[in-house]
């Protein structure tokens, strides 16, 4: 039991990265200092997606998954929870590359706005 929680809690917490990598330089907007640690979680992210890595709050998920009896997964935890919601077929290379690119693109974006 205490496995299958720490597994939903690193689920629940590498959602929440995943959704400050992607719009937390809207937060920059409001609160500059926030910069300090969105670029390194940006950079983190699209270097992620860009050459395929795994972050490792996936391995730590994946650990305590199968600790608690449960087949854990393969692969990313974007392509294991986000894409099939988004896209039913799978995740390809070629996708991860254009998730950087939307990383990307948002994010120097709103730093240009946010520093003008």
Do not use: Q
Request: aromatic share 14%; net charge positive.
């Amino acid at each position: 039991m205490a496995s299958l929680s720490a597994a939903t809690a690193i689920a629940i917490i590498h959602l929440a990265f995943i959704l400050f990598v992607l719009l937390g330089g809207l937060a920059v907007l409001r609160w500059p200092k926030l910069a300090w640690i969105h670029v390194p979680a940006a950079v983190w992210g699209v270097l992620i997606e860009f050459f395929g890595w795994w972050c490792p709050l996936t391995k730590w998920e994946t650990h305590f998954l199968r600790a608690a009896g449960r087949a854990g997964y393969d692969g990313g935890f974007v392509a294991h929870y986000i894409m099939p919601v988004i896209y039913p077929a799978g995740l390809t290379r070629g996708m991860e590359i254009a998730i950087g690119l939307i990383v990307l693109i948002i994010n120097v974006s709103v730093y240009v706005r946010a520093f003008r």
